[in-house]
């Protein structure tokens, strides 16, 4: 089906981010897993390609572009080359940070990270998820206490992305226990803060090159001033930004659907068996028509979701809707692909190898399916 998302602009985008991924990503991606660790320095070079950064506002150093086409573009670049790690950091860069401080921010807050962001030259994290606290958001045990002029925080968070590289990180944490949801805050932990310190970089099962950290707060002092929104609406802040974070991982799930299904459709129909292109037999063509079938019909939904994420009236509900079905999707599509693929398919020298191991992650972050089907069944609930 002829996909109209894209205007003649967005094409013009991509082929900037095309050639950013061949000169700085490609050559890269093996180091970058075997170090389990991306280099700072494709963080410094996106930015001046403003593959990074493209929606802040030109006066704090960026290109003020919040048509979230571009990010899309951004994301089907980095899935084509195999580079899953680097996407779901830069999204968390992208769809989480910059906008937290930008709609969050005070004027000295905006001025003293967004250009840093925009740049490459500051990594920012988001510490929500605790060892006894991941969909349950309300169970956060982490505190902040105000003393003077400063927040004294405790606690632990884990599965934290970015957790080795970040220059700073937003902080979920209880300061008001009486106070139920509405006694969260958010408050901004610099490096270089005594009490805050970063445990083991976690070994994951994919995503080898995303850094992904415990970090520990042990009466760890900041300043007043570096409480990001309004204290005691922390949950209200994080529910109103989990619809982009969501359509971002969807977009991601669709983007890494294309990828491995062009790799494995070349590949049918280049491998011989019982003197033939495996892609001659019926069982194969009809693997591959459901999955073309499915990714379109989904491509329709996500687009949908992206035009509506940039009128802003993108729901929770549609968010939910569109995270699970492409993240579920996306796992069973390269199910299917490795199948295929046979042995070869479980070789890590291959693409749709990594992108089987690197997928797994996408139904949990962000928000289980579980708990995505719960948000819509409680919508329908409502509607009764």
């Not at 001025?111 to 840093?116: A, F, N, Q």
């Amino acid at each position: 089906m002829l996909r109209q998302l894209f205007t003649a602009d967005h094409e013009a985008y991509r082929e900037v981010v095309r050639e950013f991924t061949a000169r700085e990503v490609v050559p890269n991606l093996e180091r970058w897993d075997a170090d389990r660790l991306i280099d700072r320095d494709v963080w410094r070079a996106a930015g001046k390609q403003g593959v990074i950064g493209l929606a802040v506002p030109e006066e704090y150093g960026g290109a003020g572009q919040p048509d979230y086409r571009y990010r899309v573009v951004v994301a089907e670049e980095l899935a084509r080359v195999g580079a899953a790690s680097l996407h779901s950091s830069f999204g968390l860069q992208d769809d989480i940070l910059i906008p937290y401080v930008q709609d969050l921010g005070t004027d000295e807050q905006r001025r003293k990270w967004l250009p840093g962001l925009a740049s490459g030259e500051l990594i920012g994290a988001i510490a929500m998820t605790e060892p006894g606290a991941g969909s349950d958001l309300q169970g956060v045990r982490t505190t902040a206490v105000r003393d003077g002029d400063e927040w004294v925080l405790n606690g632990q968070k884990t599965f934290i992305t970015s957790g080795v590289n970040a220059d700073f990180v937003v902080v979920v944490a209880r300061t008001d226990p009486a106070a139920g949801s509405r006694g969260f805050s958010l408050i901004v932990v610099e490096t270089g803060t005594p009490g805050f310190t970063r445990g083991r970089k976690l070994d994951k099962v994919g995503l080898h090159a995303q850094d992904t950290a415990e970090l520990f707060f042990s009466d760890a002092r900041v300043p007043a001033a570096n409480l990001l929104g309004t204290e005691g609406r922390g949950f209200a802040h994080l529910m109103e930004r989990l619809p982009r974070e969501r359509l971002s991982i969807a977009v991601g799930s669709l983007a890494s659907i294309d990828a491995v299904f062009a790799a494995t459709r070349e590949y049918c129909f280049a491998r011989k068996a019982f003197g033939k292109a495996i892609g001659d037999f019926q069982n194969t063509r009809f693997v591959l028509a459901e999955i073309a079938t499915e990714r379109d019909v989904t491509a329709a939904y996500l687009d949908a979701c992206v035009h509506g994420l940039n009128a802003g009236t993108l729901t929770a509900v549609d968010a939910a809707k569109a995270k699970w079905w492409a993240s579920e999707l996306q796992k069973r599509v390269i199910d299917r692909c490795v199948q295929l693929h046979g042995g070869y398919g479980y070789m890590l020298e291959y693409p749709v190898a990594r992108a089987f191991v690197d997928s797994r992650i996408q139904t949990i972050y962000g928000g289980t399916t579980e708990i995505m089907k719960e948000i819509i069944g409680r919508d329908l609930a409502a509607g009764n």
